[in-house]
């Protein structure tokens, strides 16, 4: 009876474990719905995507992979502070996503879209000095899994960090859910990176009893 109910726990722990938050991502319509936030204008300002840049300290010439990039938000900050000496892989597990990011970054010239899956990244094995997840994390399915393949992605002392929020009442703002809506708070999500032989770096927030960074090292 132990065991089956250690099985039990572990399928509920990486396999289809954001089941409610990805709901809405199921269909073109509601992935189409999904883009009119993560397309708008403001996206950049909203995830705060300058001071993830400053928090991670990216430097020109640095590679960075930017895990579930949606619409592209995080691509306005990340491009410029590589620099052209730099490269951004920007992976997503949908096309139409990746497509939005294309058309909103087509002017750009050191991006690379990469079409990831529910269980990896498909990035070169060594190829960033840096990859981050910005509202995604609490989207994956098969986040063992997922870790795994970031991990492979790194190279040895590279950092990931996980942009996240966090998981208590009001934390998403107006006609959030995050009770329901985020599968695990930040100090969980740490022990499930650490797991995946990540080291814990540092952790600070983004917004103040809202959004969290919390950056490792390979």
């Given at each position: 009876m132990k065991i089956l109910m250690l099985l039990l726990a572990t399928a509920t722990l990486y396999g289809q474990a954001a089941d409610k938050a990805n709901a809405r991502y199921r269909t073109a319509e509601g992935r189409e719905g999904?883009?009119?936030s993560l397309g708008a204008p403001d996206r950049p300002n909203r995830i705060h995507a300058e001071t993830i840049v400053?928090?991670?300290k990216i430097q020109p010439g640095q590679t960075v992979a930017d895990i579930g990039t949606?619409?592209?938000a995080l691509l306005s900050a990340l491009t410029p502070a590589v620099g052209p000496t730099g490269h951004v892989y920007a992976e997503d597990i949908f096309d139409d996503f990746l497509s939005a990011a294309k058309k909103r970054h087509a002017a750009a010239t050191n991006i690379k879209f990469v079409l990831?899956?529910?269980k990896d990244v498909k990035l070169p094995a060594g190829c960033c000095d840096v990859a981050v997840t910005v509202d995604a994390y609490h989207h994956y399915d098969y986040p063992a899994e997922m870790l795994a393949s970031?991990?492979?992605?790194?190279?040895?002392g590279g950092k990931f960090a996980v942009v996240d929020y966090y998981r208590r009442p009001g934390?998403?703002?107006?006609?959030?859910?995050?009770?329901?809506?985020?599968r695990i708070d930040k100090d969980a999500v740490i022990k499930e990176v650490q797991a995946q032989g990540f080291k814990l770096l540092e952790t600070t927030d983004t917004v103040e009893n809202s959004q969290y960074i919390a950056v490792f090292s390979r």
């Amino acid at each position: 009876m132990k065991i089956l109910m250690l099985l039990l726990a572990t399928a509920t722990l990486y396999g289809q474990a954001a089941d409610k938050a990805n709901a809405r991502y199921r269909t073109a319509e509601g992935r189409e719905g999904m883009l009119t936030s993560l397309g708008a204008p403001d996206r950049p300002n909203r995830i705060h995507a300058e001071t993830i840049v400053k928090i991670l300290k990216i430097q020109p010439g640095q590679t960075v992979a930017d895990i579930g990039t949606g619409a592209g938000a995080l691509l306005s900050a990340l491009t410029p502070a590589v620099g052209p000496t730099g490269h951004v892989y920007a992976e997503d597990i949908f096309d139409d996503f990746l497509s939005a990011a294309k058309k909103r970054h087509a002017a750009a010239t050191n991006i690379k879209f990469v079409l990831g899956s529910e269980k990896d990244v498909k990035l070169p094995a060594g190829c960033c000095d840096v990859a981050v997840t910005v509202d995604a994390y609490h989207h994956y399915d098969y986040p063992a899994e997922m870790l795994a393949s970031i991990r492979k992605a790194l190279k040895p002392g590279g950092k990931f960090a996980v942009v996240d929020y966090y998981r208590r009442p009001g934390a998403m703002g107006p006609g959030g859910n995050p009770m329901e809506h985020i599968r695990i708070d930040k100090d969980a999500v740490i022990k499930e990176v650490q797991a995946q032989g990540f080291k814990l770096l540092e952790t600070t927030d983004t917004v103040e009893n809202s959004q969290y960074i919390a950056v490792f090292s390979r």
